[in-house]
């Protein structure tokens, strides 16, 4: 018996979730919500709050699915609300501060700085993200992991242009601090 692979087609999929098909809602949903899962964890810890969050960003996107114009990719769309959605969370639970932390002159770190090849294990690195300031964090992951533009993030945090590139020099200066101190630790033991 040959088995036939349902909505292959992921515009009529989406079109077809759109107007409440739930199996059509459920495979996008099982196709995007590992990698949505992993964008909302990279915002928001513990690993339970961030599946809240993906779980109301999917309500969101399954609520306004009319409103993708299918011109981009439908993962970019998706992942853009679920930034968002961490965003609002992280605004509701504490509001952003963005204070000087650091001296001015310690923040002029640039990308030759940092090392590409690390021997620090993904899971302390991902620990080292997440003790940084939700602010620096926020910002960081933004730039960093998500690629958006200086300018787009200081829209979407209401802070200015440059407090955008500072608090990036920040997190990177610090998380470079504290890759630094994992190294010392696990070379003298």
């Given at each position: 018996m040959k088995v036939i692979q349902l909505y292959t087609n992921e515009k009529k999929l989406?079109?077809?979730?759109?107007?409440?098909?739930?199996?059509?809602?459920?495979?996008?949903?099982?196709?995007?919500?590992?990698?949505?899962?992993?964008?909302?964890r990279q915002y928001i810890s513990p690993v339970e709050t961030a599946e809240e969050i993906m779980l109301n960003g999917f309500f969101k996107i399954f609520t306004k699915l009319d409103s993708f114009s299918h011109e981009g990719s439908f993962e970019g769309w998706v992942r853009r609300i679920m930034i968002r959605e961490c965003i609002d969370h992280l605004r509701k639970k504490d509001p952003?501060?963005?204070?000087?932390?650091?001296?001015?002159?310690?923040?002029?770190?640039?990308?030759?700085?940092?090392?590409?090849?690390?021997?620090?294990?993904?899971?302390?690195?991902?620990?080292?993200?997440?003790?940084?300031?939700n602010g620096y964090k926020t910002v960081f992951i933004m730039f960093a992991i998500d690629n958006i533009k200086h300018k787009e993030i200081s829209q979407l945090l209401n802070i200015s242009e440059n407090t955008s590139k500072t608090q990036y020099r920040k997190?990177?200066?610090?998380?470079?601090?504290?890759v630094q101190r994992i190294r010392k630790q696990r070379y003298e033991a």
């Open positions: 989406i079109q077809k979730a759109a107007k409440g098909d739930r199996k059509s809602q459920k495979h996008l949903f099982d196709k995007h919500a590992p990698k949505m899962l992993s964008v909302c952003f501060k963005f204070k000087d932390e650091i001296n001015e002159e310690k923040v002029g770190c640039d990308d030759s700085d940092i090392d590409d090849e690390t021997d620090v294990p993904l899971d302390l690195i991902q620990e080292c993200i997440d003790s940084l300031p997190a990177r200066l610090m998380l470079q601090e504290q």
